[in-house]
């Protein structure tokens, strides 16, 4: 059962504009939430993450939502760089030991 | 400061093999924990280990099992291979005793079966 879901398998974005990215989950008991970034032949890079006791998280160029009642959370990425293109996970957890990850959306940023 | 490096890279085997994949933690982490991603998919959890014990089990099969060493690597082996189990397998370890937020992947192991 799916408990993360990312319904955008990929994103197309020209340089310098924002990059919204979604992600949906079905767990109400999920209380930290994460994004991860993974380029080809790497492994996943922690990005940013959110506590349930918070809507919003900035770190630099990225920006992270939480709607707790909608069980919905974004990543902005403003402005989008080159640099940027790579696969997006979205993860949550709901204890102490396990991460449950979307199946990620790649995203491309059109020079 | 030294990331998570996992051995091998790639790896075939052929189905009812066992294998044995190795993970190196980040320094000053003593949590490890490991994942699968199948081709288009996100990690999914297995298991995690924390001072040596397994701190939680995600739904895999009991022919996964793992270790975790005093220096705090760790090792995944699966029996009985199946065709399914070709995966890309993720080692992920973190600082805090069991908390898992931030954890830190290493680049994988392509395990294919035939």
């Known amino acids: 059962d799916q408990q993360v879901k990312q319904n955008s398998p990929s994103l197309s974005v020209q340089e310098g504009r924002i990059s919204i990215l979604n992600c949906d989950y079905t767990?109400?008991?999920?209380?930290?939430f994460l994004w991860y970034k993974k380029y080809p032949a790497e492994g996943p890079t922690f990005l940013i993450s959110i506590s349930s006791i918070k809507d919003k998280n900035e770190d630099g160029r990225f920006t992270v939502f939480l709607n707790k009642s909608a069980k919905h959370l974004s990543l902005h990425i403003v402005p989008s760089q080159p640099g940027d293109s790579a696969v997006y996970f979205c993860?949550?957890?709901?204890?102490?030991?396990?991460?449950?990850f979307g199946a990620g959306t790649t995203v491309t940023v059109r020079a | 400061e030294t990331g998570v490096t996992q051995s091998p890279t790639h790896l075939i085997k052929t189905r009812g093999q066992q294998v044995t994949l190795r993970c190196s933690s980040q320094s000053g982490h003593n949590t490890v924990s490991w994942y699968q991603q199948a081709l288009g998919q996100g990690p999914q959890f297995i298991f995690q280990y924390y001072r040596e014990e397994e701190n939680g089990r995600g739904n895999f099969p009991p022919r996964f099992s793992g270790l975790q060493f005093p220096n705090y690597s760790s090792e995944l082996n699966v029996n009985a291979l199946e065709l399914d189990d070709s995966a890309l397998y993720l080692c992920?370890?973190?600082?805090?005793?069991?908390?898992?937020?931030?954890?830190?992947f290493g680049p994988g192991t392509r395990l294919t079966v035939t």
């Open positions: 992920a370890s973190s600082a805090t005793g069991g908390r898992t937020y931030e954890q830190y």
């Open positions: 767990n109400s008991m999920f209380d930290y």
């Open positions: 993860a949550a957890s709901e204890d102490d030991y396990k991460l449950s």
